[in-house]
C-alpha cells in the first residue's frame, strides 16, 4: 500500500458556524492523497442545511451529500462512507479539528505495522482552551477482551482500512457510542488493532453533550450493553465484569430521576444480570456515587 488515498468523513449538524474551520485543519494536512466528504444531516431544506450549503461554497473540492431526514451520526457515517472511494477511513467531527500531521502519522503507522485500525490520542478543549480532566483524551484497548474492559475510542482517532469497515457493516445506528460500538465490532470480527502514542487533534468537549444527557443516551446504552452481552456469549467472557463499567457509564443520567431504585433496575435489565442477590460491592459504589450527585445537585442549586 504506497500513498493510499485517504477519505475524511465529517458529519455535521446544527453547527454551520463551526465546520469551516474543521474542514481547513484536513486540507492543511501534510498528507496530500486525501478526499473529504461532507455528510450534511441536518435534513433536507432545513435552516441549517441551506447555511451548511452555503458555508461550503468555498470548498468546491469538498463532496457534499445531504442526508434528506436527520438520521443520526451513524448512519450518516456510513452514507458518507458509500459514496467514498479510498483505501483507509478516518473521521472527523464538525466541532474539532486535526492537527497538521495527523493523517501522515497515521497512514504511515498502519503500513509499517500492518495493522487494519490505528487509534491515535486526542487534546480535549472546551471553546478553545485545553480541558483539565486528559482521562478520556488517551485510546486504550487493542485486544477484545482489554476494550470490553477499559476501551476508549473516539470517532476522529480511529484510522481503519476500508476492506474492514465494509466486512463488518459499517457504524450501528445509535444516538451514542458510535466510534466505541464500530471498534468492538472490528475486534470482534478478527481485526488487528495498535494505538499511536500521540494527541493529533483537538476533541471539543461541552459540560453538557448534546446526546450525552438526553433521553437519547439510554436507547444508546442499551445497544451498546446488548451488543457487549453478545460479544460476552460467543466468546465465553463473564458478563459479571462489565457491571462496574455499567453502573459508571449511567450514574448521572439516571440519577437525575432521583430513584435510586430504578439505577439498580437499570443495571439489572441492561446486563442481564439474574442473581437471587445483588452485588454488595457495587451496590456501596452506586450509593456513594449517588449520595455524592444528591450532595452535589443541592449546592448548584443554592448557588
Known amino acids: 500500500m504506497i500513498n493510499p488515498l485517504v477519505s475524511v468523513i465529517i458529519p455535521t449538524f446544527g453547527r454551520p458556524d463551526l465546520l469551516s474551520r474543521c474542514i481547513e485543519s484536513v486540507m492543511n494536512q501534510?498528507?496530500?492523497?486525501?478526499?473529504?466528504?461532507?455528510?450534511?444531516?441536518?435534513?433536507?431544506?432545513?435552516?441549517?442545511?441551506?447555511?451548511?450549503?452555503?458555508?461550503?461554497?468555498?470548498?468546491?473540492?469538498?463532496?457534499?451529500?445531504?442526508?434528506?431526514?436527520?438520521?443520526?451520526?451513524?448512519?450518516?457515517?456510513?452514507?458518507?462512507?458509500?459514496?467514498?472511494?479510498g483505501t483507509l477511513l478516518t473521521f472527523l467531527d464538525d466541532d474539532d479539528i486535526y492537527y497538521p500531521e495527523k493523517i501522515a502519522k497515521q497512514v504511515s503507522f498502519i503500513i509499517r505495522n500492518d495493522v487494519d485500525i490505528c487509534l491515535c490520542h486526542m487534546n480535549l478543549v472546551n471553546h478553545g482552551i485545553e480541558v483539565f480532566d486528559q482521562s478520556y483524551s488517551f485510546a486504550k484497548g487493542t485486544d477484545l477482551r482489554e476494550f470490553l474492559l477499559k476501551?476508549?475510542?473516539?470517532?476522529?482517532?480511529?484510522?481503519?482500512?476500508?476492506?474492514?469497515?465494509?466486512?463488518?457493516?459499517?457504524?450501528?445506528?445509535?444516538?451514542?457510542?458510535?466510534?466505541?460500538?464500530?471498534?468492538?465490532?472490528?475486534?470482534?470480527?478478527?481485526?488487528?488493532?495498535?494505538?499511536?502514542?500521540?494527541?493529533?487533534?483537538?476533541?471539543?468537549?461541552?459540560?453538557?453533550?448534546?446526546?450525552?444527557?438526553?433521553?437519547?443516551?439510554?436507547?444508546?446504552?442499551?445497544?451498546?450493553h446488548s451488543l457487549e452481552n453478545k460479544i460476552c456469549i460467543d466468546r465465553g467472557i463473564d458478563r459479571?465484569?462489565?457491571?462496574?463499567?455499567?453502573?459508571?457509564?449511567?450514574?448521572?443520567?439516571?440519577?437525575?430521576?432521583?430513584n435510586f431504585g430504578y439505577v439498580v433496575k437499570f443495571i439489572l435489565i441492561a446486563s442481564k444480570f439474574r442473581t437471587p442477590f445483588f452485588n454488595m460491592k457495587l451496590f456501596f459504589v452506586l450509593l456513594r456515587n449517588y449520595t455524592g450527585f444528591l450532595v452535589r445537585n443541592k449546592i448548584i442549586k443554592k448557588g
Open 30 to 85: 501534510t498528507y496530500k492523497n486525501i478526499e473529504i466528504i461532507v455528510i450534511d444531516d441536518n435534513g433536507k431544506n432545513t435552516i441549517n442545511q441551506h447555511l451548511t450549503a452555503s458555508a461550503l461554497m468555498k470548498f468546491p473540492n469538498v463532496k457534499y451529500i445531504i442526508s434528506e431526514i436527520n438520521c443520526g451520526a451513524g448512519t450518516a457515517r456510513n452514507l458518507a462512507v458509500k459514496a467514498s472511494t
Open 151 to 224: 476501551g476508549v475510542s473516539f470517532t476522529p482517532m480511529i484510522m481503519l482500512k476500508r476492506a474492514s469497515f465494509d466486512d463488518v457493516g459499517g457504524f450501528i445506528s445509535t444516538p451514542k457510542f458510535q466510534d466505541h460500538t464500530l471498534i468492538l465490532k472490528l475486534l470482534h470480527a478478527g481485526c488487528t488493532l495498535k494505538i499511536l502514542d500521540e494527541k493529533l487533534f483537538d476533541h471539543n468537549s461541552y459540560p453538557i453533550e448534546r446526546i450525552s444527557n438526553s433521553k437519547k443516551a439510554i436507547k444508546g446504552y442499551l445497544i451498546k
Open 240 to 258: 459479571k465484569e462489565l457491571l462496574f463499567n455499567r453502573a459508571l457509564e449511567i450514574r448521572y443520567i439516571i440519577f437525575n430521576k432521583y
